[in-house]
T-cell receptor
Framework: DAGVIQSPRHEVTEMGQEVTLRCKPISGHNSLFWYRQTMMRGLELLIYFNNNVPIDDSGMPEDRFSAKMPNASFSTLKIQPSEPRDSAVYFC?????????????FGSGTQLSVL | QKEVEQNSGPLSVPEGAIASLNCTYSDRGSQSFFWYRQYSGKSPELIMSIYSNGDKEDGRFTAQLNKASQYVSLLIRDSQPSDSATYLCAVRYGNKLVFGAGTILRVKS
């Protein structure tokens, strides 16, 4: 398996522009998470899907952020309009649950820079 | 506010020594605890999980959990330069996996 696939790897945009981040989870994983990582705030959970349904979006910072999961193999995180304080690394992760416990598999992340 | 606290470090240890990383958490009801390792510029990867009080060993790694003290630790024996990374403690609070800020570990050869 190729693991969790995120695109793009890097995104540089200007303030006010729309940004769309994409994620393909590992096949068979029912849960998908979007995290944001910054030096100041560490790794923060933004939103969590289970079986394509958003379960908890309390970490989404503002209405400018939205996330969708139209099917089991694809999710997007959209920021509109983007602001410089949105600059961070955005990680998508999918999860397994078995007798050994739970394990998150992270994608390579998207480095977002908003100028 | 569900919190996970870690000393940011850096923690510097010589090659071959034991590295001890610590984490405290705020909710006594938490049942699931994890250690993730993150190399610079890379994504986090799971190295240990622990669900019950006591020690859990996996190779050179030992996770220790003390629920009464709300304390989780990770011991790395025979530390290697390749262990140099940021170690993230994570605690499950209901639906959410909350991460600490991480401890930077540097193993000097």
């Amino acid at each position: 398996d190729a693991g969790v696939i995120q695109s793009p790897r890097h995104e540089v945009t200007e303030m006010g522009q729309e940004v769309t981040l994409r994620c393909k989870p590992i096949s068979g994983h029912n849960s998908l998470f979007w995290y944001r990582q910054t030096m100041m705030r560490g790794l923060e959970l933004l939103i969590y899907f289970n079986n394509n349904v958003p379960i908890d979006d309390s970490g989404m910072p503002e209405d400018r952020f939205s996330a969708k999961m139209p099917n089991a193999s694809f999710s997007t995180l959209k920021i509109q309009p983007s602001e410089p304080r949105d600059s961070a690394v955005y990680f998508c992760a999918s999860r397994t649950l078995d007798r050994g416990g739970e394990k998150l598999f992270f994608g390579s992340g998207t480095q977002l820079s908003v100028l | 506010q569900k919190e996970v606290e870690q000393n940011s470090g850096p923690l510097s240890v010589p090659e071959g020594a034991i590295a001890s990383l610590n984490c405290t958490y705020s909710d006594r009801g938490s049942q699931s605890f994890f250690w993730y390792r993150q190399y610079s510029g890379k994504s986090p990867e799971l190295i240990m999980s622990i669900y019950s009080n006591g020690d859990k060993e996996d190779g050179r790694f030992t996770a220790q959990l003390n629920k009464a003290s709300q304390y989780v630790s990770l011991l790395i024996r025979d530390s290697q330069p390749s262990d140099s990374a940021t170690y993230l403690c994570a605690v499950r609070y209901g639906n959410k996996l909350v991460f600490g800020a991480g401890t930077i570990l540097r193993v000097k050869s």
